[in-house]
């Protein structure tokens, strides 16, 4: 049998790095997309319909998807700007979009393939001052639960992944802004951490990979030491520690 192709959106750091490695050390032959050169990668951006079918072109055939690629911003609604909001919805929606319908159509000839969109507990719950960024992960779980009606009985699974707060780039750039500390996370995990690109990684894999997986369709799987689960107030959480 060929070598399995997985393609991962945003591969040059973070959460789509691990990904990235974690497959190629399963067996598969990754492919990064990113804005930024990737080893065995194309460069290219996930907004830009273009790029998107030149990155398919490129291909034979593609067994998994992870779109992974994504940026945050911290803003008030009321002045979260339309460029912002703009630029949030390219960047996280419409480029899972682009990207799953163009490498979707060639796991649909195949018939089967793996979609693993990289969600996050925002799109699972409402977080304060990130309406634009919630919105996209909202959207972007509502885009898998669609895809995996609309595909699974042709063969291609759709699933996410919802991370709680992980410790990459991303975070270190949001907290230099003033917005959170470390505490302001950890006192909210039951499991008193943040999560690692590795604990991302392993769930994208499980998602990804038939062998394991193989009649799950259309799951919003949180990876985030129990975040979404706890609804108790402060003093009750810490006192569980």
Not at 189 to 197: I, L, N, S, T, W
């Amino acid at each position: 049998m060929d070598q399995p192709v997985a393609v991962v959106s945003g591969a040059a750091q973070g959460i789509g790095a691990r990904v990235a490695e974690v497959l190629r050390d399963d067996g598969f032959r990754v492919v990064g997309f990113d804005l930024r050169e990737t080893p065995g990668g194309v460069v290219g951006d996930v907004s830009s319909e273009a790029d998107v079918q030149r990155l398919a072109d490129g291909l034979e055939r593609v067994d998994v998807l992870v779109n992974n690629a994504g940026i945050a911003g911290i803003w008030p609604f009321e002045e979260t700007s339309v460029e912002q909001w703009q630029r949030m919805l390219a960047v996280n929606l419409t480029g899972p979009f682009l990207l799953t319908r163009a490498l979707g159509r060639k796991m649909l000839d195949q018939g089967s393939g793996s979609v693993v969109n990289i969600a996050s507990v925002a799109g699972l719950r409402g977080v304060a001052d990130r309406a634009a960024y919630n919105t996209t992960k909202h959207g972007l779980v509502g885009m898998t639960r669609t895809l995996a009606v609309e595909w699974g009985a042709r063969g291609v699974r759709v699933n996410a992944v919802c991370p709680g707060w992980v410790k990459t780039e991303m975070d270190v750039e949001s907290q230099a802004g003033g917005h959170y500390g470390d505490t302001d996370i950890t006192d909210h995990v039951p499991m008193g951490r943040f999560a690692y690109p590795d604990d991302i990684a392993q769930a994208v894999l499980f998602l990804a990979d038939a062998r394991r997986s193989s009649f799950i369709n259309g799951v919003a799987l949180p990876v985030d030491g129990g975040w979404t689960a706890d609804g108790s107030w402060q003093s009750l959480r810490l006192s569980k520690r």
